[in-house]
């Protein structure tokens, strides 16, 4: 009967510290999307780290080993222009894509839906978008860390783990803050073209999950 009532004390401290390490007060206004202008997303970030549970997310951050993003105008009104190159592997590779911009909110409505806000950090030249992906009867979510430098400090890094906790996603995988990253003229291939094509392929999404799966047993 003693065994028992320990068993049922640290089930119960066991909750209670979960809990307490995300409250739902504070989760409120981490995940409280920020007002931001065009100007203020344009030019060149480096990507710090993130979380998402798209397939083989998991996978890649743990194989990429740097990752930038620039961010410009164009021609149209309302829309911007991303390149996004990326280090997996040792192969350096560049994808570009437009999105709309639309009250402080980042939009693609096909070939899927594609909404993303930013919220708020303890970095004052940090950017932190919060992505929902829509394809048929699948959601996904991602976090991504953004900075004009390469480093952030330790408490912007704890902001992020705590925004993740609150939605209940995987926890960061962060970046070396002293990576090398990749020259701006690797020739980009479109990434709406290759997300949709990810998003499609049903059948490997087992493969590339378990395959995430794995990664997190060994990395852990």
């Known amino acids: 009967m003693a065994r028992m009532k320990e068993c049922v004390a640290a089930v119960v401290l066991s909750l209670l510290s ?25 030019g060149r970030w480096l990507y710090i ?33 991303f390149l996004q190159t990326e280090k997996v592997f040792g192969q350096c590779f560049s994808i570009q894509y437009n999105m ?7 939009l693609i409505e096909e070939p899927f839906y594609l909404k993303e806000v930013y919220l708020q950090t303890d970095c004052s030249d940090c950017l932190l978008a919060h992505e929902e992906v829509v394809s048929g009867n699948d959601t996904f979510t991602s976090l991504s860390f953004f900075s004009r430098t390469q480093s952030v400090s330790p408490a912007a890094l704890e902001t992020l783990k705590r925004q993740a906790e609150c939605l209940r996603m995987p926890s960061p995988i962060m970046l070396d ?44």
């Open 100 to 106: 709309d911009f639309r009250n402080s909110t980042l």
């Open 49 to 81: 780290g993130g979380s998402s549970d798209l397939p083989g997310s998991r996978s890649v951050g743990r194989l990429m080993t740097s990752a930038w993003l620039n961010v410009t105008t164009t021609t149209q009104d309302n829309v911007l222009h």
């Open 18 to 42: 979960v809990g307490l390490s995300a409250p739902l007060s504070s989760c409120d206004s981490l995940l409280n999307p920020i007002a931001v202008t065009n100007e203020e997303i344009l």
């Open 177 to 220: 803050p002293d990576y090398e990253i990749c020259p701006d003229n690797i020739p980009p291939v479109d990434g709406i073209a290759a997300l949709n094509t990810l998003l499609e392929a049903k059948t490997g999404h087992k493969v590339v999950k378990l395959l995430d799966s794995v990664f997190e047993m060994f990395m852990n």
